[in-house]
């Protein structure tokens, strides 16, 4: 067990919707890099959501649950696609139930070969559905594409100047001594 790991059992839930596979594997390094990041800090608990799959009752109604439950949710999209009525209505669905809960919805939404060139309608509805949960918005809106991971990542820690309490709470958090004594 390493010791500058917390053993509160308290992860950061994060919920992930992707379109197709370039856009999970958009998400994938996003998410890689905040674990690799953050590991001795920070326990993750990832949920990750097809869109096409949010048609069927059952399966949009438990990613509802775990989105509407997650400190972070994550959106990795194309930017010349619209949001289907699926994915619109289950959005709408979890953001009712978050009850003014605080957390990050990220949004991934790009082009495949190059930098957006500003907000699409996917861009502002998910503006607008973070807003109306009080959640913080991040977007690599400004970013391009191209550039690493890193840089987006960084680019949407510049943008994400007012830390919610509920990402301040994982990131201030001081891990208690795992042992105590004379000769520990």
Not at 122 to 143: K, W
């Amino acid at each position: 067990m390493d010791p500058h790991r917390s053993d509160s059992g308290e992860a950061l839930a994060v919920a992930v919707v992707y379109e197709d596979s370039a856009t999970r594997d958009r998400a994938m390094s996003l998410c890689d890099h905040l674990v690799h990041k953050l590991w001795e800090d920070i326990d993750f608990e990832f949920s990750w959501w097809k869109c096409d799959y949010l048609c069927d009752a059952g399966i949009a109604a438990d990613a509802a649950v775990a989105a509407g439950r997650a400190d972070m949710i994550i959106f990795s999209g194309d930017a010349d696609r619209e949001l289907s009525p699926a994915v619109k209505t289950w959005t709408e669905t979890w953001a009712a139930r978050r009850e003014n809960r605080e957390g990050a919805l990220v949004a991934l939404v790009g082009m495949g070969n190059g930098p957006v060139q500003g907000a699409g309608t996917s861009h502002i509805y998910l503006r607008d559905v973070a807003q109306r949960a009080e959640m913080d918005y991040l977007t690599n809106l400004s970013d391009p594409l191209s550039e690493p991971v890193n840089g987006l990542v960084h680019g949407m820690t510049q943008r994400a100047a007012p830390v919610s309490s509920v990402l301040d709470r994982f990131l201030l958090r001081v891990s208690p001594a795992s042992h105590w004594g004379i000769n520990e």
